[in-house]
C-alpha cells in the first residue's frame, strides 16, 4: 500500500512546474467523482496544488501554463551583468552615457530612465560626494605644527576632576 509522504518537500519543491502527466491524472480523477485530499494522496502532491490545477481547468478549460502577466523587461540578463560591469569599473559616469554604452555594446536601445530604474534594482543609488575641505599647504604645515608641539597633552591637563588614566596623544 501506497504512503503519503508528511514533509512537503520530498514530495515537490516549491515554484516546480508540473508536467502534463501529473496534471491530466488530476482532471481524470476529479472527473471520476474523487476527492481532493483523495487525488491529492494518490498521486504524492499538495491538496492546494491538486485544488490549483483543478479550480484552473474549471476556470479557463485547460491545465497549460498560461503568460506571466505584464510587459515583458526590456533588459536581459546579459545587460544587467553589463551594466554592473560599467558601474563598478567607473562609478561616476552619468546614465545618459552608461545608456549610450549598453547602445553600443548590447544593441539595446534604452533610455537613462530605464538604465536608472535598472541599477536601484541592482542596489545602486546616485549620492553626492562627501564634501572635504581644502587644505592648502601652508595650512596643513601648520596643523602639523600646532600637534606637534602640543603632542605631550594628557586629559588630566584639562580635566583634574575626572578620574581617567592618564593617556597620551
Keep these: 500500500m501506497q504512503t503519503a509522504s508528511t514533509n512537503i518537500g520530498e514530495r515537490m519543491g516549491r515554484s516546480q512546474e508540473l508536467s502534463d502527466s501529473k496534471r491530466g491524472p488530476m482532471i481524470g480523477g476529479h472527473l471520476g467523482n474523487k476527492s481532493?485530499?483523495?487525488?491529492?494522496?494518490?498521486?504524492?502532491?499538495?491538496?492546494?496544488?491538486v485544488s490549483g490545477i483543478i479550480t484552473k481547468?474549471?476556470?479557463?478549460?485547460?491545465?497549460?501554463?498560461?503568460?506571466?502577466?505584464?510587459?515583458?523587461?526590456?533588459?536581459?540578463?546579459?545587460?544587467?551583468?553589463?551594466l554592473k560591469r560599467t558601474v563598478r569599473r567607473s562609478h561616476q559616469l552619468s546614465a545618459e552615457s552608461m545608456a549610450k554604452?549598453?547602445?553600443?555594446?548590447?544593441?539595446?536601445?534604452?533610455?537613462?530612465?530605464?538604465v536608472r530604474r535598472e541599477l536601484h534594482g541592482m542596489g545602486f543609488h546616485g549620492q553626492a560626494a562627501a564634501s572635504k575641505p581644502f587644505i592648502a599647504k601652508c595650512n596643513a604645515k601648520r596643523r602639523m605644527q600646532w600637534c606637534k608641539a602640543r603632542h605631550h597633552w594628557t586629559l588630566e591637563t584639562y580635566f583634574p576632576d575626572c578620574m581617567v588614566p592618564s593617556v597620551k596623544f
Design 101 to 114: 554604452d549598453l547602445q553600443t555594446w548590447c544593441g539595446l536601445q534604452m533610455s537613462p530612465t530605464t
Design 57 to 82: 481547468w474549471k476556470l479557463l478549460g485547460t491545465t497549460a501554463t498560461q503568460p506571466p502577466s505584464g510587459r515583458p523587461r526590456h533588459m536581459t540578463e546579459r545587460g544587467q551583468r553589463m
Design 36 to 49: 481532493i485530499r483523495d487525488i491529492s494522496w494518490l498521486l504524492n502532491i499538495p491538496r492546494s496544488t
